[in-house]
């Protein structure tokens, strides 16, 4: 099955680029996803990569995709500290008619003053 | 707010106990999603619905069941209840059946004592 991981904590000035790391196993995925938890709060989806892009900018937020080495990062500039929450990657698998996501163990991000 | 709705927000019930878990998907989504959030385990994928039918399966107990109605929204029954499924539980709604981009709800807290 699927194992994605992250490393758990970032802890990063406020200013500063955050850096948040994950690698998957399924060589398949066609889709790989960013979500954000805040305290108290569902995921929030952030963004996506497809799996034939190398990178893709969103505002403060770049996503970096090596497809060899299964690694996709997420790049957010200038964190601020309402960008303190848990970053979740998920990897998507379609399964017959339906499809699931499998989630990486989480980074919690701390932005400091 | 993304536009999910989970009842309870929170739950306190005894071991062998059974509960029922409520979601209300945004408006005009089709799909809808059960995952279990735990600090052990992380969030982990339990099952899928599109319209009523169930479409994609993951980890989900033989003691936990789901339905989706004719309006759309989504039950959860947890039954025989151990301490171990003490987690946060989320529902998500889409409005396609295979896509990755999720609207969560807020989550339904329960603690089995």
């Known amino acids: 099955g699927e194992d994605v991981e992250q490393s758990l904590f970032l802890s990063v000035r406020e200013g500063d680029s955050s850096v948040i790391n994950c690698t998957y196993t399924?060589?398949?995925?066609?889709?790989l996803y960013w979500y954000k938890q805040e305290p108290g709060a569902g995921l929030q989806l952030l963004t996506y990569i497809f799996s034939n892009m190398d990178m893709k900018q969103d505002q403060r937020l770049t996503v970096l995709l090596n497809k060899k080495d299964k690694h996709l990062s997420l790049r957010i500039a200038d964190t601020q500290t309402g960008d303190s929450a848990i970053y979740f990657c998920?990897?998507?698998?379609?399964?017959?008619?339906?499809?699931?996501?499998?989630f990486g163990t989480g980074t919690q991000l701390k932005v400091e003053l | 707010d993304s536009g999910v709705t989970q009842t309870p927000k929170h739950l306190i019930t005894a071991t062998g106990q059974r509960v029922t878990l409520r979601c209300s998907p945004r408006?005009?989504?089709?799909?809808v999603y059960w995952y279990q959030q735990s600090l052990d385990q992380g969030l982990q994928f339990l099952i899928q619905?599109?319209?009523?039918?169930?479409?994609a399966k993951g980890n989900i107990l033989e003691r936990f069941s789901a339905q989706q109605f004719p309006d759309l929204h989504s039950e959860l029954n947890l039954s025989s209840l151990e301490l171990g499924d003490s987690a946060l539980y989320f529902c998500?709604?889409?409005?396609?059946?295979?896509?990755?981009?999720?609207?969560f709800g807020e989550g339904s807290r329960l603690t089995v004592l």
């Open positions: 408006s005009g989504d089709l799909s």
């Open positions: 998920a990897e998507k698998e379609l399964t017959g008619g339906g499809n699931k996501l499998t």
């Open positions: 619905y599109y319209n009523g039918e169930e479409r």
């Open positions: 998500a709604s889409s409005p396609r059946p295979n896509t990755g981009e999720l609207f």
């Open positions: 399924d060589s398949s995925s066609t889709y």
